[in-house]
């Protein structure tokens, strides 16, 4: 089955650098790779994700990309504000069919716990 | 709406005691899941359903049941609870349609558990 392997498990940046966290996945049949955010004490919420018809996605100060070859992604954030600060889940998944067996089951990495210095 | 609920929000219970965790949801979504959250690994797949009257296991089901016989509603039992399934559980649904599916999950906002 697909493993997911998330790093680094902690990451501290200053207020204003970018923080990049990097998955590996281990099924080549994935493609679905959404990143998760979550509070302390709060639900997980999606933040982006990347198909495997693409290979980087932006969304303002947040972006993700994807080497289908490598097997790996990545979640950047640029210009880091202290409400980054969380932990940060990245996940993977064969994107389903309606009536199929692909049943869009989330695996997620170990998470990777931000924090943005001010 | 109010997306995914879960109840009950906290429990504390001894070793052997019986629950029973409820989702719900009122986005229609086809897809349910419970999911475990214990501290540096993650979430973890305990259980899941495709659809009203079925349901799967995942990457933990040992120790859990699970009934879907609602479609909004997806419940996860413990029949004898161990002190190892002291964790933050998440419910999470997703919606798919013919001919293209979403993949996006939605959580609820978590039972904590605390097995003694």
């Known amino acids: 089955g697909e493993n997911v392997e998330q790093h680094p498990s902690t990451l501290s940046v200053q207020e204003g650098d970018s923080a990049v966290i990097k998955c590996t996945y281990s099924?080549?049949?994935?493609?679905?790779f959404p990143w998760y955010k979550q509070e302390l004490g709060k639900r997980p919420q999606l933040i982006i994700d990347?198909?495997?018809?693409?290979g980087e996605k932006k969304d303002q100060r947040i972006a993700v990309t994807l080497n289908k070859t490598a097997k790996h992604f990545s979640l950047h954030i640029t210009e880091t504000q202290p409400e980054d600060s969380a932990v940060y889940f990245c996940?993977?998944?064969?994107?389903?069919?309606?009536?199929?067996?692909?049943?869009?089951?989330?695996?997620f990495g170990q998470g990777t716990t931000l924090q943005v210095k001010p | 709406n109010a997306g995914v609920t879960q109840t009950p929000k906290f429990r504390v219970l001894k070793t052997g005691q019986s629950m029973t965790l409820l989702c719900a949801q009122d986005?229609?979504?086809?897809?349910m899941y419970w999911y475990r959250q214990d501290p540096g690994m993650g979430l973890r797949l305990i259980h899941y359903?495709?659809?009203?009257?079925?349901?799967a296991k995942g990457e933990v089901p040992d120790g859990y049941n699970v009934s879907r016989l609602k479609k909004q509603n997806f419940l996860l039992g413990l029949e004898s609870a161990a002190p190892s399934q002291t964790s933050v559980y998440f419910c999470?649904?997703?919606?798919?349609?013919?001919?293209?599916?979403?993949?996006?999950?939605?959580f609820g906002p978590g039972t904590r558990l605390t097995v003694l």
């Open positions: 996940a993977a998944s064969l994107l389903s069919a309606y009536g199929s067996s692909n049943t869009g089951k989330l695996i």
């Open positions: 990347i198909r495997s018809n693409v």
């Open positions: 986005m229609n979504h086809e897809y």
């Open positions: 999470a649904s997703s919606y798919s349609q013919a001919p293209i599916s979403t993949d996006t999950q939605y």
């Open positions: 359903s495709v659809g009203e009257g079925t349901t």
């Open positions: 099924d080549s049949a994935s493609n679905y």
